[in-house]
């Protein structure tokens, strides 16, 4: 059983990696599923949307024909509002269906928003997450599928 200390601990460590996550530019490290859902998220926004289809599967790219087309319509389908959140969400959680498959739902993918408060003149960091609207009207609220595939983690169903 985890400690109080232990507890607080991992959520550091959690609250950490995604707020490392977060800051960066660019790609996350892609070695986890959470991380190549992350990247799509983030290739969609900087309208790379062939970078974007180069993290789906070889079966999904045929299904959807004109891939970085089809990536690109749901982009410009978002408001405005939710274009510019894109680029900041993080994929913090998806589970496993055996070794390899990973369902990832809307509901773990957000933003998190830091803000340093003080507490008794001392300041403290706090940290909340935020469902992504953007990520929902992406996925059309269907979250996604990622497959290992030669030992690769790639996108097999995102809603479009």
Known sequence: ?????????????????V??????CGDVPSGAASGVATNYF???????FAGACRLFSADLRNRLG?????VQRGYEELPVGEQRTLGQVT?????????????IATRDVGTVDSVTVKVNGTPK???SWTMSFAAYHMTNGH????DKIDGTWQISACGL
């Open 143 to 146: 979250g996604m599928v990622l």
């Open 1 to 17: 059983m985890l400690s109080v200390s232990g507890i607080r601990m991992r959520r550091a460590a959690w609250l950490a990696a």
């Open 66 to 70: 004109d891939c970085a087309g089809a």
């Open 42 to 48: 983030r290739r969609t926004a900087a309208r790379d």
């Open 125 to 127: 960091p706090r940290s």
């Open 19 to 24: 707020a490392l996550a977060v800051a960066g």
């Open 91 to 103: 994929v913090h959680s998806g589970r496993s269906h055996g070794s390899a498959e990973v369902r």
